[in-house]
């Protein structure tokens, strides 16, 4: 399959054969592979050098459960590092069926003009954006799909006020199977890339086009069956049908590790409050067009995601997911599901990242902007980001500018990103993760609080965050969710056994590890071509002196564990 | 002489031998030497770890004319590499009699308490900062030096407004000989680290201490002689006299370096109402208490200060020097030499620098927040500093800050810190400088202004801006006035000599090169153990694409020169 190449400055659209080494990636190794060897590490993240990528992942575009997800990437304006964020929703799916192997935008308009692209399997067409700029995401997204006379099968990745404006906290969102804006590729970014390219939407419209071809259809289908049968046996896949990931609030809070008023405590006491079993409640209760088991991508078992209503019944925002109820939840010292799901509404509204806007609104508290708890005050406070106040500016930045301006050193971030909603001195394993993953802090990229380990022991958390980094970024690379994997670690074969299905390749049982491998080395080669080194593999350093209660912990693992993490790669 | 160490969360002051590596090293050579055997490289420049240190030249303490200058170092919140920053007034002087080789203030009050520290001959006293808490440098000396009954020789180094909130364009101003907090230390947060180490401010009265001791009295005094001749006969310390450093506003303008609008233009049309000659006659004409020809320095031949009145021809700033004209006058499109005059006054009394703040209020008009040439405009903006609002605290922090923050991609600073006042397109030498320095972008550290080459040329760049760095940090590590240069150039045998007399060592001709060069080394080493690379050894990449009129220069020296610059080193 060939890459689309979209010059934003000569608004023209090429496709070319997709280099040989560009073949064997997708998703997140592809983004790692692309940025090295087609952008200046030093570019400027918003110049005109930059390259926005969407890759999906090497098994998408079959409606594989759970396995269509689309890896967004670029140079990050946020860490100044190689970045990709990924996302659920219709774009991986579509854009495969399409035909490209991934797109690259390049370039940016020398006149300030906005633009929407829109790819069908016929042509590639721009049209001016004005009709939708300054727009959120979700009336963007509702004109845009009726303006392009959208099929079911179209997809829509957009940005709102956030990436039009460059903030640094900007995502790009991409519809869900209701068309909803609300799966954003968040982290890091890469909406205000996409800004800075003029371009506010890409739809993309594959019907009429066949499906993927695959190499050996038989041991495809095999494995396909055996992979979803192990998905729906795992206990964990019911789990997040009932309640979602919010389930993860009550088990962070008995491990500690919770986020509560900017990081201060790692227990709330008001955590049964903002819980699955309490969010799954406030949605059955009203009645109305909430709905609990909600899936983000035609074909998904798992159905992890949510429709939350607001009091009259009417959808809020969707989903309400785990990271974001901790971060705007009880990071904020904020009790009201209500009100977190209207903070998760504006922030996608804006096409922003609710991890680091909610890490952000913590900081602002603790600079004595607002008081914790003070629902309606967090909720001025992101208003100001739709006047585009400074200060409203500022926050749309996230948490590390925040805290960098307003004065506050206890800010949680490391290399410019805010850390997740597992507090590092808690889960250490996951703080390693934050530390060491060439992405910035991000549970995604390793998540440590399902290793069987004692998660305050500094001295065994290494070899755990590396194999959990190792295996979510090759699940990445394959554009796996992360709960599919719950399926894939019981069935491991199948993976090697899709692709040999897929493409034909010979690949060795161990492809998985040896994807993620190869991904998080081609992002550390980027990584120190940009300038970074192990001094900026570091947990902020007040989270090593601060203890944090209940387990009056600190992040103590050894800065000789991290800087040999991947003293081999 | 020994070290004196201030610990402010113990509030206790002892002394302690000199370490035989520091005896060697005073000024900036020292700062880098005692931030790399004292300061972890990845410690939180506003956190305990980082160490705010106050080293006099190697030279200082004898009244020699333009050479007791005083290094105030520390990990910069602003560049989070090595700073040193340099001022003249009374500190360096009273701090040699003192008969301390350098000051180190250590870790912070765990309370948020404010101290100010006295020292004398007999002791060293802490007491309560508060009656002078959140009071500009102006008010706050005057009060002080009045708490204290100062004498003539007492020094000052103080905090304004900007350093204790932290804002990372702060600076430690230092009072010149009429007790006025002029003198600033300026560039690279060294107030904010001032600040977060909760002293407002030092007092050193020296008075009843004996002259520091001479090894050979007869070989210091002779090169002393020698020296200010040489200094005297310089037909630069007569125009300095007459001009001030003003005089360069023309020459810039001639060479079409001089910052205008953002540094989108090199030449300015108004230049010749900001120049040297209209900065005297408007001082002259008031006949007040203006001067021209006013020394910093007790003992200084050059006196290339200056007292700007009002139009009622009391005091309002001094000095008002090029740097600052430029970047408050033509960059802002400011022609008024009394609204650069004001902007200049109220950055000393917020204790801020001049260069970053003037390249702040540039990126702010470049993002629409007001329009060049509107002087009160931009002192409205300096307001919102003193008013603390969020606008206020971002300009603050500097001009990367603020255009990272205001999403303006013409933001002219590296590794953090703003561009003076020689458009590198235009002197590609100082570009050269500005990239390579481990201070940052800064002129001081390496200005090439006044080499013979063509300054357009791109290709003999290196060396020129090697030898200027070279030099400058051998000055800084003396304590010599980047003016005194001028006599020393002319007499480079007694800086030999004149370390001989003070010290009684065997130093080689070359002692200032060498002194340089490792200063530059351990500069290096900090920061590479900070996390820099060659990646931030980069002048901002729109300065490398965006032509800069008259000359339509962009800043094109190769990467490779910026490379191997210091690749010895």
């Given at each position: 399959m060939p890459i689309l190449r979209i010059n934003m400055r000569t608004r023209t659209a090429t496709t070319e054969p997709t280099p040989l080494a560009w073949q064997t990636l997708g998703g997140r190794g592809l983004v790692a592979r692309i940025l090295l060897d087609r952008v200046p590490a030093t570019a400027d993240p918003?110049?005109?050098?930059?390259?926005?990528?969407f890759a999906p992942g090497l098994l998408a575009g079959h409606r594989l459960s759970s396995v269509d997800r689309i890896s967004v990437g670029g140079k990050s304006p946020l860490t100044h590092g190689v970045k990709e964020a990924n996302a659920g929703g219709r774009t991986g799916w579509a854009i495969a069926r399409l035909g490209y192997h991934a797109i690259l935008v390049e370039d940016q308009p020398d006149d300030g003009s906005w633009w929407v692209v829109h790819a069908s399997p016929d042509r590639v067409t721009f049209e001016p954006a004005d009709p939708w700029l300054g727009l959120g995401t979700y009336e963007a997204a509702e004109r845009l799909l009726d303006h392009y006379g959208a099929s079911s099968q179209t997809a829509l990745a957009l940005i709102g006020p956030a990436g039009e404006r460059g903030l640094r906290a900007a995502g790009v969102a991409h519809i869900d199977q209701d068309g909803v804006p609300s799966r954003m590729a968040a982290r890091g970014g890469l909406g205000a890339v996409m800004g800075s390219k003029g371009l506010k939407a890409l739809v993309f419209e594959p019907a009429g086009r066949a499906p993927l071809p695959l190499a050996d259809p038989q041991t495809f289908r095999q494995a396909r069956k055996t992979y979803l049968r192990a998905l729906l046996d795992h206990p964990q896949t019911k789990i997040y049908e009932t309640y979602g990931t919010a389930a993860m609030v009550q088990m962070c809070n008995r491990l500690g590790g919770l986020p509560t008023r900017n990081f201060s405590q790692g227990q709330f006491e008001h955590a049964e409050r903002i819980s699955g079993e309490a969010l799954r409640?406030?949605?059955?209760?009203?009645?109305?067009?909430?709905?609990?088991?909600?899936?983000?991508?035609?074909?998904?078992?798992?159905?992890?995601?949510?429709?939350?209503?607001?009091?009259?019944?009417?959808?809020?925002?969707?989903?309400?997911?785990?990271?974001?109820?901790?971060?705007?939840?009880?990071?904020?010292?904020?009790?009201?599901?209500?009100?977190?799901?209207?903070?998760?509404?504006?922030?996608?509204?804006?096409?922003?990242?609710?991890?680091?806007?909610?890490?952000?609104l913590g900081v602002a508290a603790e600079a004595g902007l607002w008081r914790f708890g003070q629902a309606n005050r967090a909720l001025a406070l992101v208003q100001q980001i739709y006047d585009d106040t400074p200060l409203g500016r500022l926050l749309g930045h996230g948490a590390a500018q925040t805290g960098r301006v307003l004065g506050v050193r206890r800010t949680p971030a490391v290399k410019g990103q805010a850390i997740s909603a597992y507090?590092?001195?808690?889960?250490?394993?996951?703080?390693?993760?934050?530390?060491?993953?060439?992405?910035?802090?991000?549970?995604?990229?390793?998540?440590?609080?399902?290793?069987?380990?004692?998660?305050?022991?500094?001295t065994?958390?290494?070899?755990?965050?590396?194999?959990?980094?190792?295996?979510?970024?090759?699940?990445?690379?394959?554009?796996?969710?992360?709960?599919?994997?719950?399926?894939?670690?019981?069935?491991?074969?199948?993976?090697?056994?899709?692709?040999?299905?897929?493409?034909?390749?010979?690949?060795?049982?161990?492809?998985?590890?040896?994807?993620?491998?190869?991904?998080?080395?081609?992002?550390?080669?980027?990584?120190?071509?940009?300038?970074?080194t192990r001094a900026h593999d570091r947990i902020p350093e007040w989270m090593t002196q601060e203890p944090l209660p209940p387990h009056n912990s600190v992040f103590d693992v050894p800065d000789e564990v991290l800087d040999s993490l991947w003293a081999d790669v």
């Open positions: 918003l110049g005109p050098r930059n390259v926005l990528i409640q406030h949605i059955l209760q009203r009645d109305g067009q909430g709905a609990t088991a909600h899936a983000c991508m035609a074909g998904c078992s798992i159905r992890c995601s949510n429709i939350v209503p607001d009091p009259q019944g009417k959808p809020l925002v969707s989903p309400l997911e785990y990271e974001t109820i901790a971060l705007m939840g009880s990071n904020l010292g904020i009790d009201d599901l209500d009100a977190i799901a209207r903070l998760n509404a504006y922030a996608n509204d804006l096409g922003l990242d609710t991890i680091d806007l909610g890490a952000a507090d590092p001195r808690a889960i250490k394993g996951t703080g390693v993760t934050y530390a060491t993953s060439p992405q910035g802090a991000d549970h995604t990229a390793g998540l440590t609080i399902r290793a069987r380990v004692d998660h305050l022991d500094p065994v958390q290494g070899p755990v965050s590396r194999k959990a980094q190792i295996l979510m970024a090759g699940y990445d690379t394959l554009g796996v969710c992360i709960f599919a994997a719950f399926g894939f670690a019981r069935a491991p074969e199948t993976i090697p056994q899709l692709l040999r299905g897929r493409y034909g390749w010979e690949v060795p049982e161990d492809v998985l590890e040896r994807l993620g491998l190869e991904t998080i080395r081609l992002e550390r080669a980027f990584n120190r071509a940009a300038g970074f």
